[in-house]
């Protein structure tokens, strides 16, 4: 066999880069004043949901006011005070007596809304405990395998205090992101072996058609040029190799439940 | 019609008389110039050239590198309908990026990022002028490059402007708005010149809005003709797709990148994106077209003649928009005019371009998990259990793809279609359950990739003829062909690389100072092949010793 397509065999064993960091992504940061958004909200439901829905996505005589085009072109109340306060007696709309102030706070809370649809960084996952609890537990002892590398009272002694449940499911199908990363660097070896003889093994820091690099038991940084297919020869060594199988078999039933049973594990 | 477009050829040199760019250049294949997005209409992004070739390609050298300074900088000639720009602070290097492939015509090279376009020397790489836009807003995540008419450009901008410049000064001649960033709309296409329409699209996922392509006059940017990606109204063909003209009018459809063109046919091809909402099909019931769709239009008209869906009811992102990439060859043993697109969700579709009917359709790697097999029309049949649910679903690919929008390659003496793929898996959570969900409705978090892979793909069976796969690199990326036996493509890792389209084997390489960000490029100039490039914030052109 080519040694190109062996390396390549055992790399594709290793689940490769990542592109996002989804799993730290944190909400953004509310782009209008909250206590404003929070007074234009209660103001809304009091004297516009009635028609326009309490959430502004239209109820059965108001049009949704997320896709309107006269709340998306406001700035800072102007746009939507002119409908408040002149109405729209040809749609059946009346008018409103307003402040300004209050006008500033409705805007506000239909301007955080659409920030909100819109920005789907800001999205927040609902309850995702749907499993069974005791299935993934037989799952976890039984054809998961899972108790080969892992122990309930041992590496994933409260897991489940440990992490969201939505961290502990992204977690449980690929515990971190690869890529040449700080994170992958520290898992991921390699060992290369030179033309006479001579073996270096330590993390993997570097591998592309051209250069691999590593850090030697000595702490140093180390690189090869990759002159052919078998010189040096390459060997990488994926500790989540189990994983990374496991992916590409899983139904979405097993995860759920494998997720319900280690919420257990307070 | 096609007799008036032809005499419209014949017309233009002497009507224009000494114009930069002779608009016949447009409908052959390029040699001495890089006139339009893909270097001709075709969308194969194959040169004839051959002076570079395997045999002296190891002796490839750098001629120059051009560094973008983005921004109002010194010396920039400045427009926009936004608020001056804040001093300071870090630089954005979205603004920087080269993903334009540059225009090269008369031995200039013409090219965009977000807000800014510049006219450099082909032979020097030294800057003629640079245009800088003051933008309203809007996401500045990638610009195309430009088109190009006569003496004119045009580029669009992330405020979704459509700008005008003398390409000889780069001084604006108008600017006229395309849409509305308010409704998060937002332009990133090169314009694409045909005969005298330029050619323009959108894009903007975020808030439920409709996608459409449109035909602007290259002399006063009047629009000619809009085409909306849905129906209009309740009866309209495809409005049977929807469940009601309010689903439709929000169902997206964006038009983002550069489309083909066949002057026989006389007709644009375009792939379009995704539905909206974006994750989930809840409240958009049926097939939701014209969204990720192979579309055919009168260039003329603007008129649909046919479409094929590659996605029907699509729910995890997957545009249709990618390059379809025209093919004129052998088919089951008779010459064919066919289109050939690598698809986001997954799938290599090959269809008959004069109908738009399906020849083939095969999957491109082995983890897509969302579909249920292939329909008699050669649709994939979506699998609803891979759609967002609250306690997520594991599907492959996630919602940028198995490819995306990089250029894809055909050469036509090897047959094979080439393009940048990676096999990755994302949970997919619903988040918004309203019966009317709105935006993307639904989380996506990214788990897991296999590597990234250049893919050789017998355009005539769909079967991957060789793999060349890397294990943090490769992925979607731009892709060039030549008549001198040579494939060049980056590897993600900071390499350009020149391979046998034959076989894969790597035959040279060059460290660059990023990662290649755009589709390369050759033309000839002065008796020398040039091989140019984008790779981050930098050009680099390439030449023999």
């Known amino acids: ?266 | 019609m096609m007799t008036k477009q032809l005499l419209l050829f014949a017309l233009l040199p002497i009507a224009l008389g000494a114009q930069i760019l002779d608009p016949v250049v447009l409908t052959k294949p390029a040699t001495d110039a890089w006139p339009t997005y893909n270097g001709d209409y075709s969308g194969r992004r194959f040169s004839t050239l051959n002076q570079i070739d395997q045999s002296n390609v190891m002796h490839l050298t750098l001629g120059w590198v051009f560094r973008v300074r983005a921004g109002a900088v010194p010396g920039a000639i400045v427009g926009g309908e936004g608020p001056a720009p804040v001093e300071g602070g870090p630089p954005n290097p979205d603004l920087s990026t080269i993903k334009a492939t540059p225009l090269m015509v008369n031995g200039i090279l013409y090219f965009a990022t977000p807000d800014n376009a510049w006219a450099v020397d082909a032979r020097s790489g030294h800057e003629l002028w640079h245009y800088f836009w003051k933008t309203k807003g809007g996401i500045h995540i990638g610009n195309r490059g430009v088109g190009m008419y006569g003496n004119w450009l045009f580029f669009e901008t992330p405020d979704d402007y459509l700008v005008s410049l003398d390409a000889r000064t780069g001084k604006e001649r108008w600017h006229v708005e395309i849409a509305d960033v308010k409704q998060e709309y937002f332009s990133t296409p090169a314009p694409i010149v045909v005969g005298n329409h330029v050619l323009v699209g959108t894009g903007g996922d975020s808030l439920d809005v409709p996608g459409f392509l449109e035909s602007h006059d290259p002399e006063t940017g009047a629009i000619q003709w809009k085409w909306w990606s849905e129906p209009l109204k309740k009866g309209d063909p495809g409005s049977e797709t929807w469940p009601d003209e309010y689903s439709m009018r929000h169902g997206g459809g964006m038009t983002w990148i550069p489309g083909t063109y066949d002057p026989e046919l006389h007709l644009y091809y375009l792939g379009t994106g995704n539905p909206n909402p974006v994750l989930t099909g809840r409240g958009r019931e049926g097939a939701d077209l014209y969204t990720c769709s192979i579309v055919a239009l009168n260039v003329d008209t603007g008129k649909l003649a046919w479409y094929f869906q590659p996605s029907p009811h699509d729910t995890h992102d997957w545009d249709a928009a990618q390059t379809t990439v025209l093919i004129d060859g052998l088919f089951e043993g008779k010459p064919r005019k066919m289109l050939a697109q690598a698809n986001r969700n997954g799938y290599f579709f090959l269809l008959d371009r004069t109908n738009g009917k399906n020849l083939l359709t095969a999957p491109m790697v082995d983890t897509i998990n969302w579909s249920k097999g292939i329909d008699a029309n050669g649709q994939p049949i979506p699998n609803p259990d891979k759609e967002a649910t609250i306690s997520g679903v594991l599907v492959s690919p996630p919602s940028d793809g198995v490819t995306n929008w990089p250029p894809p390659s055909f050469d036509p003496d090897t047959g094979l279609f080439y393009v940048g793929v990676k096999e990755s898996f994302s949970e997919y959570y619903l988040t918004d359950t309203d019966p009317h969900p709105e935006g993307y409705a639904a989380a996506e978090k990214y788990i897991t990739s296999y590597g990234g892979s250049l893919l050789a793909i017998d355009y005539q069976t769909g079967k991957t003829r060789w793999k060349h796969s890397y294990i943090f690199g490769g992925g979607p990326i731009g892709i060039l062909t030549t008549a001198g036996k040579l494939l060049f493509a980056g590897d993600g890792l900071g390499h350009l690389l020149a391979f046998d389209p034959s076989n894969g084997s790597i035959l040279w390489h060059a460290g660059l100072s990023d990662d290649v960000s755009n589709g390369p490029e050759t033309y000839m100039l002065d008796g020398h092949q040039y091989l140019v490039v984008g790779a981050g914030d930098s050009l680099y052109a390439f030449l023999l010793e």
């Open chain 1, 1 to 266: 066999m080519d040694m190109r397509i062996l390396l390549q065999r055992t790399l594709r064993a290793i689940a490769g880069f990542s592109i996002c960091v989804a799993l730290a992504a944190q909400p953004a940061p509310p782009k209008y004043d909250p206590v404003s958004v929070a007074r234009g909200q209660q103001a809304f439901v009091a004297s516009c949901g009635f028609c326009h829905g309490s959430r502004a996505k239209g109820g059965e005589k108001g049009p949704d006011l997320l896709r309107s085009v006269v709340v998306l072109d406001d700035e800072n109340g102007k746009g939507i005070g002119r409908v408040i306060l002149k109405g729209r007696p040809d749609k059946g709309m009346p008018k409103f007596a307003m402040t300004e102030d209050q006008i500033v706070d409705i805007a506000n809370f239909l301007h955080q809304s659409i920030y909100s649809a819109a920005d789907r960084d800001s999205y927040q996952t609902l309850n995702i405990v749907t499993g069974d609890a005791s299935a993934g537990k037989a799952y976890f002892n039984g054809a998961g395998n899972c108790g080969s590398c892992h122990s309930v009272t041992g590496d994933l002694k409260g897991i489940g205090a440990k992490y969201e449940p939505v961290t502990l499911q992204d977690r449980l199908l690929m515990p971190l992101d690869f890529g040449p990363s700080a994170s992958t660097k520290a898992v991921v070896t390699v060992t290369v072996t030179t033309p006479s003889g001579e073996a270096v093994s330590g993390p993997l820091l570097w591998i592309d058609d051209f250069t691999v690099a590593l850090r030697n038991s000595q702490g140093t940084y180390v690189s090869f040029a990759r002159k052919s297919d078998v010189i040096p020869q390459v060997e990488v060594h994926n500790p989540f190799k189990p994983h990374s199988d496991m992916i590409l078999h899983f139904s979405d039933a097993e995860i759920h439940n494998l997720t319900a049973y280690l919420v257990t594990l307070k």
